[in-house]
């Protein structure tokens, strides 16, 4: 079980928030963090990592302590037995890919797992590949091994699929799940993906402004007609047609979504700020 309540003062660009909330999340769940931006997703998983110390509160993980504020324990990073996958990979690029998983491993650790890893994330053929020549799909799914090679209680995931195309972007996601079964973990998604979500995940977190708003299976959240929680607000920077269907590219804070819109919708423009609103678990265009 892990158990954390956990309280921060964040600055960001709209301003001074203040981050509270109080979960607990069962072992080998697949959960999704999802929210606007600004909402505090990445600072719940950084805090969770020990790259970000709360300002009160604690974190339990099957009864041990990683951090408590009034018992003054905050134990390192390195020491809390966390995978964490990041949107921009961050490997090493003077080793191969095989250098890259094993270099997660202990000292102690047999070898063994990095063959396997390799196999399960269909790197096999690729593991004497330097890091530069790899397309964007290869390498999150070196970053996902490397991050399952120190056979992590918690893995967290920083929507590292965002800036990949669709296709590889689906297969992805079937490796994920595939990789948190095998390994029994107990994985947090930060996503805005609907379809993403629904696929993996056991739970959805709803979070905005700091604080839970909803904890709940993904389709109870995105399925309910009244459900206006899941607004995202970016700017349109591209526009494609593709047989009858026009998709639209927008910028989410860094990040891009992609959505299909309809023929008497199409009245869109490049930069124009709009939101995206999941209506029956569809995403929709809405002008400002």
């Known amino acids: 079980m892990f158990d954390f309540a956990l309280e921060k003062k964040l600055h960001t660009a709209s301003g001074d928030m203040q981050l509270q909330l109080n979960v607990q999340?069962?072992?080998?769940?697949?959960?999704?963090?999802?929210?606007?931006?600004?909402?505090?997703?990445?600072?719940?998983?950084?805090?969770?990592?020990g790259f970000m110390k709360p300002d009160s509160g604690h974190i339990t993980v099957n009864n041990a302590p990683w951090f408590d504020a009034?018992?003054?324990?905050?134990?390192?990073?390195?020491?809390?037995?966390?995978?964490?996958?990041?949107?921009?990979?961050?490997?090493?690029?003077n080793m191969n890919?095989?250098?890259?998983?094993?270099?997660?491993l202990g000292k102690r650790e047999p070898v063994t797992i990095v063959d396997e890893l390799l196999e399960l994330t269909g790197l096999t053929m690729l593991s004497q590949r330097k890091i530069q020549t790899l397309s964007g799909g290869q390498k999150q799914r070196v970053a996902l091994a490397r991050a399952i090679a120190k056979k992590p209680l918690l893995l967290l995931l920083d929507e590292p699929l965002s800036a990949i195309d669709n296709a590889m972007r689906t297969q992805l996601q079937t490796t994920l799940l595939q990789v948190?079964?095998?390994?029994?973990?107990?994985?947090?998604?930060?996503?805005?993906?609907?379809?993403?979500?629904i696929k993996l995940s056991d739970a959805v977190i709803?979070?905005?402004?700091?604080?839970?708003?909803?904890?709940?299976?993904?389709?109870?959240?995105?399925?309910?007609a009244k459900n206006n929680a899941a607004i995202l607000t970016g700017n349109i920077v591209s526009m494609e047609n593709k047989?009858?269907?026009?998709?639209?590219?927008?910028?989410?804070?860094?990040r891009m979504m992609k959505v299909n819109i309809t023929e008497h919708d199409a009245n869109f423009t490049l930069g124009e700020q709009v939101e995206i609103v999941y209506k029956n678990a569809t995403p929709v265009l809405r002008k400002l």
């Open 25 to 49: 999340i069962e072992s080998g769940k697949f959960v999704s963090l999802y929210g606007s931006s600004g909402a505090g997703k990445t600072s719940v998983l950084r805090m969770l990592a």
């Open 70 to 93: 009034r018992r003054k324990i905050n134990v390192e990073p390195q020491q809390r037995k966390i995978g964490f996958v990041f949107q921009d990979y961050a490997l090493f690029p």
């Open 97 to 104: 890919v095989r250098e890259n998983i094993a270099f997660a």
């Open 180 to 197: 948190h079964q095998r390994f029994g973990l107990t994985t947090i998604l930060v996503s805005h993906d609907m379809e993403e979500i």
């Open 206 to 224: 709803h979070l905005e402004e700091g604080a839970v708003q909803q904890n709940t299976s993904p389709a109870a959240f995105f399925m309910h």
């Open 243 to 254: 047989d009858t269907a026009t998709f639209t590219v927008v910028l989410l804070n860094n």
